[in-house]
Each structure stands twice: as structure tokens, then as C-alpha cells.
């Protein structure tokens, strides 16, 4: 490093009978020796960084959740039968939503997420690109109304899941399994496929 040639040329240039001034270290190379240098996903530098680690705590409490539910008659197995998988994914969204009772809007999207959400979508529907992604979604939208915009309602089963654009897919943070992101309308659902419940869901995400 840095300032360890500058003490070693010090050192020489005295035993040689040449002081030689110090450089004092920079504050870089003084946080590089205290293993302190901060990086983009320090807090500090990226205040978003801190929200998203937080969102992401939180589905993942979901999955846990889930995980932990969907046992015995409300496990998902391989089955042929119709019957038989529907009445699974019945016992899994009862298990679900009884467990979360008290859950509201904005448990999963709560404010600082709503704000960086829209930031990651805004561009992405922006020019033509984004024009042909909001025509993506207008013709896979359900009927207008079908879809209720409530903590643990059930997704209408008679309804198409709209397909989200892989431009803004991709600009959102990951998910665990079984949670997907829907856009209907302007409004974004966070949606668990396998019990069809929506978790939690964020209005006007997108503009029109």
C-alpha cells in the first residue's frame, strides 16, 4: 500500500543519512487499514440498501411462514387429480390466512419500499419500451373490479394472472418461492401462488 512505501522509503532514506518528511496516509488509506472502507451497500452511501434488506426480511419471514403451513392436507404434492390439488391449495390459504389475521396493507410494502419500488419502475416505463410493456399489461389485465385489493383475499381463480414485463421483472428485488409480483392496473400485488392469496399489495405503482 500506499502509505506502507511511503514509512518503508522513510526508514531507508534515514538509515542513509537522508530524513526523508512523511506522507501523512490519506483517509481512504487509513479506513483501508481498519478494514473500514464503506461500500455502495453500506447504509451510509446507499440509503436503499437499508430498505431492501428490510423488504427482503420480511418475504422471507413470509416463506418461512408458508414453509411451515404447508404441511399434511395443505401440502402441494404432485397430483393429476384437480380435486385433490385444489382441495391442498384451499387448506393452505385457510392455514394462511388465519395465521395472518392481523395483517394489513403495508406490512410487506411498508412506505420506504413503496418509495424505492416506484423509483425502480418509473424508468422502465419510460419511451417505447415502456410503452410496449404497458400494452403487456393491458392485454393480459383481468376484468376491471374482479381483483380485490385486500390483505389475504383470495386472487380469482377465474381471472388471468397478468404477465409482468421482463424489463421491470428484472429491476425488482428477487423473490423466495412461492411469492410472485403482479401488476393490475397501476396497482402491484405481491401474490402467493401456490395458496393464491394475495399478501400484501401497493396501489398507483406504476403511472398511467
Known amino acids: 500500500m ?3 512505501y511511503v514509512m518503508a522509503t522513510a526508514l531507508i532514506a534515514a538509515a542513509c543519512g537522508n530524513p526523508v518528511a512523511k506522507e501523512p496516509p490519506t483517509s481512504t488509506e487509513v ?4 478494514g473500514e472502507q464503506k461500500t455502495s451497500s453500506d447504509p451510509a452511501v446507499n440509503p436503499n440498501a437499508a430498505v431492501m434488506a428490510e423488504f427482503k ?7 418461512k411462514l408458508h414453509k411451515d403451513l404447508a404441511r399434511g392436507e395443505a401440502r402441494q404434492k404432485d397430483d ?8 391442498a391449495k384451499a387448506a393452505l390459504a385457510e392455514k394462511l390466512i388465519k ?3 392481523g395483517a394489513s396493507q403495508g406490512d410487506i410494502f411498508f412506505p420506504e419500499a413503496r418509495a424505492v419500488f416506484r423509483k425502480l419502475l418509473a424508468p422502465e416505463l ?3 419500451e415502456g410503452r410496449d410493456a404497458k400494452a403487456i399489461l393491458k392485454d393480459d389485465a383481468p376484468a376491471p373490479g374482479t381483483v380485490p385489493f385486500k390483505v389475504n383475499a383470495k386472487y380469482p381463480e377465474n381471472q388471468p394472472l397478468p404477465t409482468v414485463p421482463a424489463p421491470l421483472l428484472l429491476t ?3 423473490l423466495p ?14 401474490l402467493d401462488t401456490e395458496a393464491g392469496v394475495i399478501v400484501d399489495y401497493m396501489l398507483n405503482a406504476i403511472a398511467t
Do not use: F, M, T, W
Request: glycine share 4%; charged share 25%.
Open 2 to 4: 500506499k502509505l506502507n
Open 31 to 34: 479506513a483501508l487499514l481498519e
Open 57 to 63: 426480511a420480511r418475504v422471507d419471514k413470509y416463506a
Open 80 to 87: 393429476s387429480q384437480p380435486a385433490r390439488i385444489n382441495a
Open 99 to 101: 395465521a395472518r389475521a
Open 126 to 128: 419510460k419511451g417505447e
Open 172 to 174: 425488482l428485488p428477487q
Open 177 to 190: 418461492e412461492p411469492l410472485e409480483y403482479r401488476i393490475v392496473g397501476q396497482h402491484l400485488l405481491l
